[in-house]
T-cell receptor, first 112, second 116 residues
């Protein structure tokens, strides 16, 4: 699986958009970009994933560059409950679900 | 609501004893489940892939005789930490995929093991 690079930490004001970057310059053509987050002492929560097109759901938007070497997760209106560690993961998709390898992630702190 | 459930959420045991952690998919069948371990202030580390009806696949460096995995049904995988020692104290998390098309993984709530 391709390696990802994320900033260690970021801060965001409540109500503002949080933009979390991720570099994955060694991504291969059949690998997807997944985003998960983990609130302290809980299991990770799926946010969104994509292959090459931008994606949006009720939680977030995922913007993938045309060369697919980087992506940005956007939380449009961050709340205090969005404070968590956000993981960007690149993985090929197996037939029984994805075997995901987690990196260090970005600690996002949303401030009042 | 939760689609993957773990039990127990917290367990304390004495050194040398064995502890079993259950992972259940609540409303879907999971032929494959994944077990992770997480130490304080660290990321999740994939330990093994649990396969229904066959042997688990362990990641490099994970002792299969230490961490016994059984996936006897399509909705249940168990992780048994045998002869637990204080260094096995950790947060153990399982996951499963409900949708083969999306590949999205659902994670359990985690089980915190403390070995005295």
């Amino acid at each position: 699986d391709a390696k990802t690079t994320q900033p260690t930490s970021m801060d965001c004001a409540e109500g503002r958009a949080a933009n979390l970057p991720c570099n994955h310059s060694t991504i291969s053509g059949n690998e997807y970009v997944y985003w998960y987050r983990q609130i302290h002492s809980q299991g990770p929560q799926y946010i969104i994933h994509g292959l090459k097109n931008n994606e949006t759901n009720e939680m977030a938007s995922l913007i993938i560059t045309e060369d697919r070497k980087s992506s940005t997760l956007i939380l449009p209106h961050a709340t205090l409950r969005d404070t968590a560690v956000y993981y960007c993961i690149v993985s090929g998709r197996g037939t029984s679900g994805s075997r995901l390898t987690f990196g260090e992630g970005t600690q996002l702190t949303v401030n009042p | 609501g939760a689609v993957v459930s773990q039990h127990p959420s917290r367990v304390i045991c004495k050194s040398g004893t064995s502890v079993k952690i259950e992972c259940r998919s609540l409303d879907f069948q999971a032929t494959t489940m994944f077990w992770y371990r997480q130490f304080p202030k660290q990321s999740l580390m994939l330990m093994a892939t649990s396969n229904e009806g066959s042997k688990a696949t362990y990641e490099q460096g994970v002792e299969k005789d230490k961490f016994l995995i059984n996936h006897a049904s399509l909705t249940l995988s168990t992780l048994t930490v045998t002869s637990a020692h204080p260094e096995d104290s950790s947060f153990y998390i399982c996951s499963a995929s409900r949708d083969r098309v999306s590949g999205e993984l659902f994670f359990g709530e985690g089980s915190r093991l403390t070995v005295l």
